[in-house]
């Protein structure tokens, strides 16, 4: 791995209170001062309220005080992106908005939809879709500004849309597009739309990893973990601070913090070769250090078997916890990357894991919340189901294949032009699937693509 720095001021923080879940993994961290969230419950015993969100959304919620917002899509080629307000007390729907689509895409199954999650302060709420539109609105659903992306820097180029979520600092909007095409860095003013920064990333390969912005010295600094490098940003100028290259599968995951420790996840690309050792070795813990004005980096340990998914690995309690795409848990030692233990959860994890109190939140795709405790032992305290069983998609078996058949060598897989009862059967998709949630003092938010739930803490 190679290291680049250069000269570099302070960090400022923009943390979770009890009561906010401010944007994607809560400031970043996933981490909530909450102390009095559900640990069992049942679809029957538990479930406060469960609203439909009208379209299909992939985005996890946010949320403001009394306040839950989801963002989703609806029309067949995502000509709507539209925007939702929820009250936390009972799921009564307050408002809907709609943003109309610069650029489309087709709305199926295998295609990004609304998954940039927006983020949310105590102004406004800040939403990113993969039509283009960038917008601030009113808690009350006033647009304050809007603006296109997609009209302004060209249509993204990433085969399946965006999905990289938005990040924040107190004054700026981040979003992040890394594609085939002309790639970009962005900061936005959260009062008026306009840029603060943009920073320019050449032509990268398609990566769908989002943001993050750390606290710690003062000053902010934007992480951005993709296509094969990790970099940081000066929070307040766009200008780059220092980098490593030499990553292998961060295309998907997003970084994590903890402290002034930044973890990287990685996972295997679908259809593309990787050493299976580069990808765990990827999955990382580098340390931000400052020395005479010099801000840098330190690679503290690289994991040894352990590999993320489309979850972003959890730092907490001094474990961090990544999930494979077959549901196998990794806890490794915050400090040393040494393997606690290794156990398999039921199943992958695409909604990202929580921690709070003494608790692991880790949320199964298949609509399943295993809650384990927080430390080098593993203990599953509960495994609750979200929804009923009857709710559940159907079993997809695996096509039989004839004895001695293979595929040509070099054959190139044209996926789009796949039969989409066997694409389905490749990817295993199917709804309902548990995309994302979010955690406030007594509250569990969960996001499916049509429904929002709440598990409270009566």
Sequence with gaps: MTVWIIAWGLLTANPVTADTWPGFR??????????????????????????????YGQSAPVVWKDRVFVTSVDGPEQERGLVHAYHLADGQRLWTRELTATQTL????????????????????????????????????????????????GEFQ??????????????????????EGPSYALAVSKQTGENRWQTDRGTRSSSWSSPLVTPGFGRPL??????????????????????????????????????NRI??????????????????????????????????VEVVWTARRAVSYYSTPLAYRGGVYYVNKVGVLYCLDEQTGEEHYVERIGGPCWASAIGAGQYVYLFLKKGKVAVIRAGPE???????RVWSEDEDPPEYQPLPIPAGFRLPKNLPLDLDAMDEGLLRRIFAYGDPIL????????????RTGEALICVRNE
């Design 106 to 153: 087709e709305n199926m199954f295998r295609n990004s939809r609304a998954a940039s999650t927006p983020v949310v302060d105590a102004d406004g709420v800040y939403v990113l879709f993969a039509g283009g539109q960038l917008a601030g609105l009113t808690h009350d659903g006033e647009i304050r500004w809007q603006r296109c992306l997609v009209e302004q820097y």
């Design 263 to 296: 973890f990287v996840g990685a996972c295997e690309a679908e259809h593309i070769p990787m050493n299976p050792r580069d990808i765990s070795r990827s999955n990382c813990c580098l340390s931000l250090t400052q020395s005479e004005g010099q801000a840098g």
């Design 26 to 55: 809560g400031d970043g961290s996933a981490v909530t001062p909450a102390e009095n969230l559900p640990v069992r419950w049942t679809p029957e015993d538990g479930v406060a309220w469960r609203v439909a969100v009208s379209g």
């Design 435 to 446: 995309y994302g949630a979010a955690a406030v003092e007594g509250h569990l938010l969960l």
């Design 222 to 259: 934007v992480i951005l973990s993709s296509s094969g490098t990790i970099e940081a940003l000066d929070g307040e100028t766009g200008r780059g601070l220092w980098g490593l290259r030499g990553l292998v599968g961060n295309h998907i995951p997003s970084p994590g913090f903890s402290g």
């Design 378 to 384: 593993f203990e599953l305290v509960a495994l609750n």
């Design 158 to 179: 990433n085969g399946r849309g965006l999905s990289s979520s938005l990040a924040q600092t107190g004054s700026a909007v981040i979003a992040l597009v890394d594609h």
